[in-house]
């Protein structure tokens, strides 16, 4: 039984959570506000929203849209800032049940193609244990990030999308300087959550997630000492707020003596 008297919300006293999940139950779209206010707001959760999650697992079974949709998103946006915070959410038996079922619920409601697909698959991720992932997913037409060499510390900035898959060390008047490419994983090398995922970019017909989520889950090669490095494990060794990556998305140059249009280096991405 939870004493929700004792647990706080992001901003102060969580006592009113209970009737708050009720009237979110009943299709309140206040109640809803409210929730997200409390639970969880600008990439913060708090002890309060870890505790409401068995409860909006319930609702995220709800025959009512208006529910059951709200209930996986904002579930799935608790546990990535829980895990960003370092919450030892794997530890905690009382949620695994609840968060895999959550998980399920959202792959349901990605083989529907919702309007909000996008918004549903960055719960997906959060929920399978994705967090970093979640906060930097794109439409991967021109995602870049900067993320440190394992080995030897230097920035290294990721690239993938129409200016090509690639790894580099940007100069500030050149550009990005000997980009390496990628190297994506094999689909059938792909497991578990990871692999789950990418199924669910295929069966779903968006060939560009699943694309983009191949590189993401491969390797990059750091240029200055040739290192090769797990891309996911380098974005979230960075474990940055979303803002902070947002600030470098959209900002892929072409490598040096590029030029856009009919004369493309790369190879474009296949679809």
């Known amino acids: 039984m939870i004493d929700w008297a004792r647990l706080q919300g992001v901003y102060g006293p969580a006592h009113d959570v209970p009737t708050l999940l009720q009237a979110a139950g009943n299709g309140a779209k206040e109640a809803w506000d409210e929730l997200w206010i409390q639970l969880w707001h600008q990439g913060n959760t708090c002890d309060a929203g870890i505790a409401a999650l068995p409860a909006l697992a319930s609702l995220a079974q709800h025959t009512n849209r208006a529910v059951r949709f709200p209930a996986i998103e904002l579930a799935g946006e608790i546990v990535g800032a829980g895990l960003r915070e370092g919450r030892p959410l794997e530890k905690m038996k009382e949620l695994h049940q609840p968060v895999a079922m959550l998980s399920a619920l959202a792959d349901g409601w990605l083989s529907e193609r ?28 021109d995602f870049c990030c900067d993320v440190s060499c394992p080995q030897c510390s230097d920035k290294v900035s990721i690239v993938i999308g129409d ?14 300087v000997h980009p390496i490419p990628l190297r994506p994983a094999a689909p059938d090398d792909l497991q578990d959550a990871a692999q789950g995922l990418h199924h669910a970019a295929i069966r779903d017909e968006q060939p560009r997630l699943a694309w983009g989520l191949r590189h993401v889950f491969g390797d990059a090669e750091c240029g200055t000492c040739d290192t090769a490095f797990s891309v996911l494990s380098a974005l979230e060794a960075k474990r940055s707020p979303s803002t902070e990556f947002q600030e470098n998305a959209g900002a892929a140059t072409a490598p040096a003596g590029h030029d856009e249009g009919k004369n493309r280096h790369w190879p474009a991405p296949p679809f």
């Open 114 to 141: 919702p309007a909000g697909y996008r918004v549903c698959f960055r719960a997906k991720l959060a929920l399978d244990g994705f967090p970093v992932l979640s906060d930097v997913l794109d439409d991967f037409l």
């Open 163 to 176: 200016f090509g898959c690639y790894s580099s060390i940007r100069d500030w008047n050149l550009g990005d």
